[in-house]
């Protein structure tokens, strides 16, 4: 029966079927195929309608003909069919979507004119059909061999991004012998060509045969599509405990291509395909068997609810609530909700929600960047809730990457050149800073950083940008974060007979980067002590019972979290004249006061008031506005910006023990002679016990505050060095 047809052609709709031979007729009606299936995309995407008369995906492909962005749901509403065919075999359906786009847009386009002047339909161009869907991501660590060729979807963080590159989709070959073409098609993804070992033209007589491999690629016939590498990590909240982060490639392809930089959360659907690796090293040159994973992307949505760089959607209920919750007195209630299990540190709390809100960022005309981000430094005694403050900002932000000092070197936070394994170039790995660009970046043990890795945050933290110029890479990546820094005293804790300088042992140039300065003492106080004591013990007690009910408590976060969002997205607030009067007056009254401070002291405060202090007020003022949605920021504004600026960096510009303030003429004799005293007992180059040593001058009738005194002038003019936790003193040339 096979062959009763041969001389005519009978056509039906079934034109060429997927699965079977076209012999047995109950295989050919059960195997949908691929013409019907055809016939049914164009359908759907010609007649689908969301609404009344309204053809969605009609309009979209008139606006923009080079691609279609479909969402899998619609397809399932229309027919069932598609969804699952389109499930199990994307890389057999999709080239027929995509071609059935083609064909509905040359028919909604009016014809044009061919040669010999009749009207001809356009020809087919290429529709990129990009697909999305409402399903959860899986988890990376969940895809497996029984993934492959299938459509998945996953979610996380870029972290590189290769260089465009061009990809064939075919290649022209041409027969070294006998001229003759052929066309080979090449797999899409990182798939390559399969080309043919022998030429087809059958030799005539006396003509010498074409010879095994006689192909030679002609690369100016051939059609390429512009494809891209990247590189996805999983989301570091979805990682289980103790394990590395996994990392997928993914190739991009077309429109797709450069939409994506290095740092963007995604959540993508693709197709989970293998490739043979090229590099020797992972493929082992002889198991031919195995192949490397990675995931074709045919549809990428930006994670927009836990990303501030897209325009997150927020629905009208929530406009409706922010806007009354701003109404009332929302500076109160916003540092009632930051960080509540801890108690006190209410200056804190406050700088905090500031840094949390931000100020305004400015673009002047003449192309200057005035930041608009307010940094942060907490430095005092070890447990004083410090790095649950940083817990609390990284949870809360809308963006945020928590380091450590001792852990992190200058490249891992701003960025590192790395060269690809296997293309052999270099490209460029964003770190910590670059990462959180437009959040925040929480540094603890920031006192512990190797003070070479802590110069490169000196650009990040004013200019807002990070310049590399390493391995032929020349280039500036964007960092506009803030950043919230923890440190300890070098002591360990926080000496209040020692000066200001002394206990804040970073350098002026990174201290003036910092808008608040706060100093945080753990203060004995049998009322105080009571109080936090009954506060932690009941914060413990209750955890428990919290369990239960957890998803209330991640709901409130939630709302802080979408509340801060929206005043960095809707609200930019300016300062008014009032408002800048009283600031300028301000400004110049506290300079006029550390000057003073200086004469009388003699050297100048540790912590240096400049006009960059003068900034940090502005932007003080402008985030107290944003927590308001407030569009200009008023006296009362400033007047509390002042206040926090006035209880934070100024009170550790004065703090710690001031020498020469208060010595009249005979306690500055007493001191001297106690200096001359201590010289007699210590030889240099001895060791004395500093207990001993005090002992033995009070007894000659001395007091021991002057003794003190002494020791503390000797050890700022580095005539003695404290040893063994400042027990030991000793005595240098």
């Not at 927020?314 to 930051?338: G, L, V």
């Not at 929480?442 to 000196?458: G, P, Q, T, Y």
Request: charged share 25%.
């Amino acid at each position: 029966m096979s062959g009763w047809d041969e001389g005519a052609i009978y056509y039906s709709d079934q034109a060429q079927s997927l699965g079977g031979d076209g012999g047995d007729p109950g295989s050919n009606a059960a195997a949908a195929t691929r013409h019907s299936v055809l016939q049914k995309f164009k359908e759907f995407i010609r007649s689908f309608e969301t609404q009344k008369n309204v053809f969605s995906y009609r309009e979209s492909l008139l606006h923009s003909p080079k691609y279609l962005l479909v969402d899998i749901e619609d397809l399932d509403s229309f027919d069932a069919d598609l969804v699952a065919k389109l499930r199990s075999a994307p890389s057999d359906y999709l080239p027929l979507f995509e071609n059935a786009a083609g064909q509905v847009l040359a028919n909604l386009k009016t014809k044009v004119p061919g040669n010999e002047g009749k009207l001809e339909e356009r020809v087919p161009e290429d529709v990129q059909i990009l697909l999305t869907s409402k399903e959860d991501p899986a988890s990376m660590r969940q895809l497996g061999a029984q993934c492959i060729s299938k459509l998945i979807k996953v979610s996380g963080i870029t972290i590189a991004a290769s260089r465009v590159k061009a990809k064939a989709t075919y290649v022209i070959v041409m027969c070294k012998n006998c001229k003759n073409v052929q066309r080979v098609p090449c797999r899409p993804g990182l798939g390559g060509a399969v080309v043919p070992r022998t030429c087809n033209h059958i030799p005539q007589p006396g003509e010498e045969p074409c010879p095994l491999d006689p192909w030679v690629v002609v690369p100016d016939k051939s059609k390429y599509v512009d494809q891209q590498t990247l590189k996805l990590q999983e989301n570091p909240e979805d990682v289980p405990t103790g394990e590395l982060p996994r990392n997928m490639l993914l190739s991009v392809d077309r429109h797709l291509v450069q939409t994506i930089v290095p740092g963007t959360r995604l959540t993508i659907m693709g197709i989970y395909s293998i490739y043979q690796a090229s590099n020797s090293a992972t493929s082992h040159k002889g198991a031919v068997a195995v192949r490397q994973p990675y995931i074709r992307v045919v549809g990428i949505e930006e994670a927009t609810d836990a990303n501030s760089r897209g325009p997150a959607a927020f629905t009208q209920d929530e406009i409706e609530e922010f806007k009354k919750f701003a109404s009332e007195d929302a500076y109160k209630n916003i540092c009632s909700k930051i960080a509540p299990s801890i108690f006190g540190h209410e200056d804190v709390k406050k700088a905090v929600a500031c840094l949390l809100f931000g100020g305004s960022r400015k673009h002047l005309p003449d192309g200057v960047k005035l930041r608009g981000d307010i940094n942060v430094l907490l430095l005092g005694d070890p447990s004083t809730a410090k790095s649950q403050f940083l817990k609390f900002v990284e949870k809360t932000a809308p963006v945020a990457v928590y380091t450590s000092g001792k852990g992190s070197s200058a490249a891992g936070l701003t960025a590192s050149v790395i060269r690809d394994s296997s293309s052999r170039e270099f490209y460029l790995e964003g770190g910590a800073m670059v990462l959180a660009d437009g959040g925040v970046v929480c540094i603890d043990e920031f006192d512990k950083m190797r003070s070479e890795d802590r110069v490169a945050i000196h650009e990040a933290m004013e200019q807002q940008t990070i310049s590399i110029a390493k391995a032929g890479i020349t280039t500036v990546l964007n960092s506009r974060t803030s950043v919230l820094a923890a440190a300890n005293p070098p002591s360990g804790r926080y000496d209040d007979l020692k000066t200001a300088q002394d206990n804040i042992d970073l350098q002026t140039t990174i201290l003036s980067r910092f808008d608040l300065i706060f100093i945080v003492k753990d203060i004995r106080m049998y009322s105080q002590d009571k109080i936090i004591a009954s506060h932690i013990i009941k914060v413990h007690a209750s955890a428990g019972a919290a369990l239960g009910d957890g998803r209330v408590v991640s709901k409130e976060e939630n709302w802080l979290k979408r509340y801060i969002q929206y005043c960095r997205t809707v609200c930019h607030p300016r300062l008014s004249e009032t408002a800048s009067r009283e600031l300028q007056s301000n400004y110049v009254k506290i300079r006029q006061d550390m000057r003073q401070l200086a004469n009388e002291t003699g050297e100048a405060a540790a912590v240096p008031i400049t006009v960059r202090q003068l900034e940090a007020i502005v932007r003080l003022s402008e985030a107290l506005a944003k927590m308001q949605l407030r569009h200009e920021a008023t006296e009362e504004h400033v007047r509390e910006a002042i206040r926090l600026f006035n209880a934070a960096t100024m009170d550790a510009a004065k703090s710690g023990i001031q020498q020469q303030v208060n010595l009249t003429g005979e306690m500055a004799n007493e001191v001297k002679q106690a200096e001359t005293q201590i010289r007699r007992r210590v030889g240099i180059g001895n060791h004395i016990s500093e207990r001993k040593l005090i002992d033995e001058l009070t007894r000659m009738g001395m007091n021991e505050s002057i003794v003190r005194r002494a020791l503390i002038i000797m050890h700022q003019r580095d005539e003695v060095e404290y040893k063994r936790e400042r027990r030991v003193i000793l005595r240098k040339a």
